[in-house]
């Protein structure tokens, strides 16, 4: 459903035509001469303004103030956005759209968008507790999506009342998980010229949020947060309460650095820590934070400032941890190969320098030949470790003949290694840093 399925994104010069064509059938179907629809207009549509003429609806968004005693606030989808309202309003401001979520009977339960977007909204009363039932505010995408079931856009001047001719909306319905029937709507509306295709992904991935979040009530009031497992030290992953998560590199580099800064950073702070100097496009980071949420929920990945509400284990930090107290051992467990070896993100290069930079030198400085053969197999190329914990190595020990062998076998370093690595330290770096 929807105006331009299947099609590229139209230019200005046809958004327009198409604007001031369906401005001319409005007018005929409407108007007073009443000529009636005609063939050249979506069938959903074209069927909507016909129950709206039927219905006798008032061609005006004033009628969405109608505020209905019914509405259920304690309902599941009610609690749900209670609890993803923050998630919510921070999706919208990044967006620059308004996200407006109705309930079954076509009632608003909930509007967020920046100041101006929400300016404009209350202009046309898409506000909360306003009515956009079909037999009220006539077609709307609210409307549609409730009636059939199915995602719906309304292009600008297809919508019935005159005050959402400048708007462009998209709606997808909230499916009851017990049966698949309509429970609410999410809809995603803005300025008729910017139609794009991130309109309905936001609606989709909006609407995916609340049914996960209506699905499992109680977990919001349950006071504890998710176990969010993150493994840089090796073949990078993501586990969530216990399942992988299928990140890309990219929003896996996202959620380690929102690891490492608890507190939260800015957008612009994230920008930095991901791209460095890179020219890459703010609108860039935003969609990856969006497919990002999608992913690990909005209860999980909070904006203002971006920060992760769970329980984070990231066995880099572990590892730092356990090499200032003096526990290389249990810092080798947590090595399982060089951390994130592609990386190009500026605050990852320099964090995992330091864990490497550290792993080295509690060997170059404790000299075990058991922690030195188990480094050795992720990093077989550093000589210096080798030849420093051999000479302190009684060549009756066992380990000794190992280490020789593993050094004979040695390469020079590889470039990856060496971007990490960065430099030879000393023994008074490595004192440093071992603190």
């Known amino acids: 459903m929807g105006s331009f399925t299947g099609r590229a994104v139209p230019s200005a010069t046809e958004l327009r035509a198409l604007r001031d064509t369906w401005a ?19 069938r959903d549509i074209r069927d909507s303004w ?6 006798g609806a008032p061609l005006t968004t004033t009628a969405a103030a109608y505020r209905p005693a019914t509405s259920d606030a304690g309902s599941a989808l009610h609690r749900a956005v209670r609890h993803l309202e ?3 309003r921070a999706l919208s401001v990044e967006s620059g759209y308004l996200i407006a979520i109705a309930d079954a009977t076509g009632t608003l339960i909930h509007t967020s968008a920046g100041r101006e977007m929400l300016k404009r909204a209350e202009r046309v009363n898409a506000v909360p507790l306003s009515m956009w039932a079909e037999h009220v505010m006539g077609t709307n995408a609210v409307s549609l999506a409730l009636r059939t079931g199915c995602p719906a856009q309304v292009f600008a001047t297809q919508h019935a009342a005159r005050e959402l ?21 999410v809809n995603i509306a803005a300025p008729w010229n910017h139609h794009v295709p991130m309109g309905a992904a936001l609606a ?20 504890e947060r998710p176990q969010l497992v993150i493994r840089l030290l090796g073949p990078p992953g993501v586990v969530l309460r216990g399942a992988p998560v299928p990140v890309s590199p990219r929003q896996t580099e996202i959620v380690a650095i929102l690891a490492t800064r608890p507190g ?3 957008l612009e702070e994230l920008h930095s820590h991901l791209y460095g100097d890179r020219r890459v496009a703010f609108t860039t980071l935003r969609a990856e934070l ?7 929920g909005g209860d999980l990945l909070l904006g203002r400032p971006y920060r992760l509400n769970a329980e984070v284990d990231l066995d880099l930090s572990r590892a730092l941890g356990h090499l200032a107290a003096g526990e290389t051992g249990q810092a080798l467990d947590l090595l399982r190969g060089e951390p994130l070896p592609g990386s190009a993100s500026p ?81 008074q770096d490595a004192i440093v840093l071992s603190r």
């Open 86 to 88: 923050s998630h919510i």
């Open 347 to 427: 605050y990852l290069r320099e964090m995992c320098t330091h864990v490497c930079v550290a792993f080295r030198n509690r060997l170059l400085l404790t000299g075990c030949a058991a922690d030195a053969l188990r480094y050795a197999g992720i990093f077989p190329w550093d000589e210096e470790v080798l030849r420093t914990v051999m000479e302190r190595t009684p060549r009756e020990d066992p380990l000794f003949t190992l280490l020789a062998g593993r050094l004979a076998a040695s390469v020079s370093p590889a470039p990856t290694f060496r971007q990490h690595l960065g430099r030879t330290v000393g023994a």
């Open 264 to 266: 939260g950073v800015s």
């Open 204 to 223: 989709r991935s909006v609407a995916l949020m609340v049914e996960d979040a209506q699905e499992a009530p109680t977990a919001s009031g349950s006071g």
């Open 290 to 296: 969006s497919k990002l949420r999608s992913l690990l």
């Open 165 to 185: 001719h400048d708007w462009t909306c998209w709606a997808v319905p909230l499916r009851a998980r017990d049966t698949g029937a309509p429970g609410g709507v």
């Open 50 to 55: 016909g129950r709206t003429k039927a219905f």
């Open 24 to 42: 001319s059938h409005w007018a005929a179907f409407f108007g007073s001469a009443g000529e009636g629809a005609t063939p050249a207009l979506p």
